[in-house]
């Protein structure tokens, strides 16, 4: 069935450093991909969305890359900050007749950046 | 920022209470979405409404649950008779019709 992975459960890092979140997703269907951002005690916020294969989406410092080739949608950002701490998660939508449909969430990827 | 209003932000029910939560969607937007996100942090799709027609639902809405999106009145979920493992937190989202989806607040359920 449709579904996504999310391997990292916890990401630790120091602030100014690089991180990756991966994101891989299975589907025989055209997807649609979302990365949302969740803050403690708030609702899910979209940060990344792409359908379209090989181009870099961009975002508050974020970016992603949708390729459909690895079924990935890896999340990057070059310099973390103490702001970015979070819960992230990968999100696969398709095509339902004439709308998108529901949101296939990955477990959740938490990041912890520490001074 | 999302435009969707959810109420009552904090239920309390006793096992076996009806508890029933109200969702707003962002103006324009005809698909509605309906996902519980449990304490660990897992996320459950319910069920999505196109204007007021289900267009995809789960079996786990089950009997005890259900869900509606009249027009010009708020959508709703309801749980008829509450358990214990329906404590979860209640995310309404909208979405324009090939979009992505906005999220609420949240109505944050606990069954005593």
């Known amino acids: 069935g449709d579904s996504v992975t999310q391997t990292e459960g916890l990401v630790t890092l120091t602030k100014g450093l690089p991180v990756m979140l991966n994101c891989t997703y299975q589907?025989?269907?055209?997807?649609?991909l979302f990365w949302y951002v969740q803050h403690l005690n708030e609702a899910p916020k979209l940060l990344l969305k792409?359908?379209?294969?090989?181009k870099r989406t961009e975002h508050q410092g974020f970016y992603a890359t949708l390729h459909k080739s690895s079924s990935s949608f890896h999340l990057q950002k070059s310099s973390v900050q103490l702001s970015d701490s979070a819960l992230y998660f990968c999100?696969?939508?398709?095509?339902?007749?004439?709308?998108?449909?529901?949101?296939?969430f990955g477990a959740g990827t938490q990041l912890i950046v520490i001074p | 920022n999302s435009k969707v209003i959810q109420t009552p932000r904090y239920l309390v029910k006793g096992q076996g209470q009806k508890a029933k939560m109200r969702c707003i969607p962002e103006?324009?937007?005809?698909?509605v979405f309906w996902y519980q996100q449990n304490k660990n942090n897992e996320f459950k799709f319910l069920i999505n409404?196109?204007?007021?027609?289900?267009?995809?639902q789960i079996d786990m809405t089950e009997k005890r649950f259900s869900a509606e999106c009249p027009s010009n009145s708020p959508c709703s979920l309801e749980i008829q008779s509450s358990e214990a493992g329906d404590s979860a937190l209640y995310l309404c989202?909208?979405?324009?019709?090939?979009?992505?989806?906005?999220f609420g607040p949240g109505t944050r359920l606990t069954v005593l």
């Open positions: 103006k324009g937007h005809p698909v």
């Open positions: 589907t025989t269907y055209s997807p649609f």
């Open positions: 409404f196109q204007n007021q027609e289900v267009l995809q």
């Open positions: 999100a696969l939508s398709l095509y339902r007749g004439s709308a998108l449909g529901r949101l296939h």
């Open positions: 792409s359908s379209t294969d090989n």
């Open positions: 989202a909208s979405a324009g019709q090939y979009a992505e989806q906005f």
